[in-house]
């Protein structure tokens, strides 16, 4: 959704800066979680796996520090960056727009990865 003001694109900075920290909070979740399998006795294919999705995670969490620190914070830089993208406005969206659909599009994708292998690998887990 674009911002039409300067209201609203400050309210859509606070709404990414709340989405990015709820995310950084279930990733701390998912990676609980491959401590837990991570500790039990495994075959070498889950612990590539698991290996697999603390890398993954270590990325995402890279990508929201990022994505955080280009979030403006005071009134004077939301004000400048929201003056900077409606000069350069171009035929699609502003590039903080881009940037956080692009990162929820990605993290959907490795949450449920993620989901997938940690539900198909429960069982197995148990008996492991």
């Known amino acids: 959704m674009e911002s039409t003001t300067i209201e609203e ?3 859509d900075l606070q709404s990414w800066k709340h989405e990015l920290s709820s ?3 279930e990733i701390r979740h998912f990676e609980h979680e491959l401590e837990d ?3 039990k006795r495994l075959p070498r294919a889950f612990l590539a796996q698991i290996e697999h999705f603390q ?3 270590i990325c995402q969490k890279e990508v ?3 994505l955080r620190h280009d979030l403006p914070d005071s009134r004077q830089k939301v004000e400048d960056t929201y003056n900077v993208i409606r000069s350069v406005k171009r035929e699609t969206q502003n590039p903080l727009l881009e940037r956080m659909e692009t990162f929820r599009k990605l993290f959907h994708d490795v949450k ?3 989901k997938h292998f940690s539900s198909t690998s429960t069982p197995q887990l148990a008996t492991g």
Do not use: G, P, R, V
């Open 9 to 11: 694109f400050h309210a």
């Open 37 to 39: 399998m991570a500790s």
């Open 64 to 66: 929201i520090d990022t």
């Open 112 to 114: 449920n990865e993620f």
């Open 23 to 25: 995310i950084k909070q």
């Open 55 to 57: 890398n993954l995670f």
